[in-house]
């Protein structure tokens, strides 16, 4: 049975962020990936296995090696999603701090 995960869900994991920062600057395969955790090897492959099935990475087989990368396409609908959200907050902040501006110039 194949689960439909939800993107936001697999991101959620503090272990599949590190992974995917780690991934963020080449493609790794899953045995360097595990080495940089201190959890067992086949916790991390459950983890790569959530982030593909999200397509959250790619893989590609070099030889006998199977190598993960990021999926920028699917990296950047995460980031559009995000983005308005991103953009309310700084608004917010920007307001407050001309709010506070005043209120210490009228000091």
């Not at 780690?22 to 899953?30: D, F, K």
Request: charged share 25%; proline share 3%; with cysteine.
């Amino acid at each position: 049975m194949n689960l439909r995960r939800d993107v936001f869900q697999a991101i959620a994991d503090p272990t599949r962020r590190a992974i995917l920062l780690l991934l963020a600057s080449q493609a790794m395969t899953a045995g360097a990936i595990a080495a940089n955790f201190d959890t067992a090897r086949p916790t991390v492959s459950k983890h790569l296995q959530i982030l593909t099935e999200c397509e959250l990475l790619d893989q590609q087989q070099t030889g006998r090696e199977i190598y993960y990368h990021l999926n920028i396409e699917k990296m950047k609908e995460i980031a559009d999603f995000i983005e308005p959200f991103r953009k309310m907050w700084d608004d917010r902040f920007n307001h407050l701090e001309a709010i506070m501006k005043n209120y210490q110039s009228e000091k």
